[in-house]
């Protein structure tokens, strides 16, 4: 966690843990699960007879316990038959189970031999999911310029997260000299896109700049989307803050604090 002005943690990069899910609906069925996936009695039979598609939805309503009682043993089950007909979302989910643990015992290597072959079909979620391994060296050989080679060709596939990163090797210049004007324009994309660090990343460059309302309206507008913890460190780090405008969005960041997380934790 990086502060306004505040600059708490400078370092390694944050690890993401969201749940990355893409569902790409190009199955024969699709119309058919399309109508499952609003009766998770349907969408299940639908697994069972061997859609994919049904095979993947029916996983993340285990995996995040919608629909279906949260069962993470279940949901990397269902991963895995839908990664069996190659569907690169569901190539993804299996490395993220292993990563995480969700099912199976964390195995980083094994989480990186998945996310490969998700890669090797163009998924930005398995590039932005590698990169983060071989960022730390978890599983991998430690590579910073091929982690970062892998967060381009992401970003360049419209992923949010992974401009947030290549926002942070240009403020930090882990790979070459600090640019902290490429760094605002990455941390803009991504926030723009939806990002939650990336739109807390963009109230610290314009809080910096002494346009701390705008700063203020990034804070919340990520605060809508980050989880508990992360807004409770980010209200905690700004309660005593000088600024009334920043003071205000830490009141709004703690009370978000406390409202229970939806996912897995991630």
């Not at 049904?54 to 069962?71: I, N, W």
């Not at 090797?120 to 978890?138: K, R, T, V």
């Not at 905690?236 to 604090?257: F, G, K, V, Y």
Request: proline share 3%.
């Amino acid at each position: 966690m990086r502060e306004i002005e505040f600059h708490t943690e400078v370092g390694a990069p944050q690890k993401y843990r969201p749940l990355y899910v893409s569902i790409y609906a190009d199955d024969d069925d699709t119309s058919a699960v399309q109508d499952a996936n609003r009766d998770a009695r349907r969408t299940e039979q639908l697994a069972q007879q061997g859609s994919p598609f049904a095979q993947f939805l029916l996983a993340h309503m285990y995996l995040s316990g919608q629909d279906k009682p949260q069962d993470y043993a279940a949901a990397y089950r269902w991963f895995a038959r839908s990664a069996a007909s190659g569907r690169a979302d569901a190539l993804n989910m299996v490395g993220r189970c292993y990563e995480c643990g969700w099912g199976v015992e964390i195995d980083r290597a094994e989480a990186a031999r998945w996310y490969r072959l998700a890669i090797e079909q163009g998924h930005a979620w398995a590039m932005f999911n590698l990169a983060s391994l071989m960022m730390q060296g978890d599983g991998v050989t430690q590579d910073a310029e091929g982690a970062l080679a892998l967060f381009v060709r992401a970003a360049r596939l419209g992923n949010i997260k992974a401009m947030n990163m290549i926002g942070q090797y240009r403020e930090d210049g882990w790979r070459g000299r600090v640019r902290l004007r490429s760094a605002a324009r990455w941390y803009q994309r991504a926030a723009e896109g939806g990002c939650f660090r990336g739109q807390y990343n963009l109230a610290r460059f314009l809080a910096r700049m002494g346009q701390t309302q705008t700063a203020a309206q990034w804070l919340r507008v990520s605060f809508a989307a980050a989880p508990p913890q992360f807004c409770r460190e980010v209200g905690e780090m700004l309660a005593n803050h000088p600024d009334a405008n920043l003071r205000d969005a830490a009141c709004e960041a703690l009370l978000r604090a406390e409202t229970p997380a939806r996912h897995p934790a991630a």
